[in-house]
């Protein structure tokens, strides 16, 4: 996952933004991306997020156009994940999958076939294999027949709710809905792994620290950003502006650490 973070300032270094200066992939907006096309899916148009060519672990938001047809391939070492954003796609002859669908596929699968009848447009991420972990068969699910449940009992999340996609209690890698509603308050605040996040809906305005000083931005619908490991965030100027479903990803799924404010590492950090 280092590697990817590595690639992905490459391959995002020369995309225009209007979005903050941040020395990491953050504040960036889908629509903004030139169309890529991903030589496993045929045909099919990518924003591509995060990612090598030359190793296929990428993080993108794809399209399938009508009466597509194809096959997710066999990945070696990487997992699949996919999330529907709009459309219905088809897996293998009878599981359809639409707004709000999500399937998970281990690596080492043998890949699964995949179309459109009317057009699609999915968040479509490959990743390489954690040996730590212990789901080892696909997971295919719509996440509407998940509840909302609040994130926690304190009275600084009261408002924020989630819906838990997948997690994996071996390597600790996890995926969940983020509801955000106006009013809800954030503290500052890092985590011990990397952070994928895709605004589903809403606006919503963003605060890193970046060398000690609070860098804020606003997303809106298909926003995106990745933050390395230990990169504090959060504070009095995060919030929602109009209620907000993020897809976040991490590599650990370890409670975020409280910080002391946005201010510069300490010598030897």
């Known amino acids: 996952m280092r590697l990817l973070l590595i690639s992905l300032v490459i391959v995002l270094a020369g995309c225009a933004s ?13 629509d903004e991306l030139p169309d890529v096309f991903l030589a496993s899916l045929p045909g099919v148009r990518a924003k591509q997020f995060a990612g090598n060519p030359r190793t296929r672990r990428s993080s993108n938001r ?19 994940e996919i999330y529907v954003l709009f459309g ?17 596929f281990p690596a080492g699968f043998s890949g699964v076939n995949l179309s459109s009848d009317y057009g699609a447009e999915l968040l479509y991420f490959l990743d390489d294999a954690n040996s730590a972990s212990v789901i080892h068969t ?14 926690s009992a304190r009275a600084t999340d009261s408002g924020l709710m989630v819906k838990e996609l997948r997690h994996d ?11 955000v509603t106006p009013g809800d308050t954030f503290s500052w605040q890092s985590r011990p792994g990397l952070l ?32 390395p490991a230990g ?17 976040l990803r991490t590599t650990r799924a370890a409670a975020p650490v409280p910080a ?3 201010r510069p590492a300490a010598a030897g950090d």
């Open 138 to 151: 696909p997971v295919i699910y719509s996440s509407e027949v998940i509840e909302w449940q609040p994130l």
């Open 62 to 80: 794809i399209v399938l156009p009508a009466n597509w047809s194809g096959s997710t391939g066999a990945s070696p070492g990487k997992s699949l």
């Open 88 to 104: 219905q796609v088809r897996l293998g002859n009878d599981l359809r999958l639409s707004q709000g669908g999500y399937a998970w």
């Open 18 to 30: 209007s979005g903050p200066d941040v020395p990491y992939p953050a504040f960036i907006q889908a």
């Open 196 to 227: 994928e996040g895709y605004l589903l809906s809403g606006r919503y305005r963003g605060t890193e620290c970046v060398a000690g000083k609070p860098v804020s931005g606003v997303y809106t619908e298909g926003g995106y950003f990745l933050r």
């Open 231 to 247: 990169n504090v965030h959060g504070g009095p100027r995060t919030a929602a502006l109009e209620p907000s479903v993020w897809l």
């Open 169 to 179: 209690r071996g390597s600790g890698a996890r995926t969940w809905l983020l509801q």
């Open 260 to 262: 002391a404010g946005c």
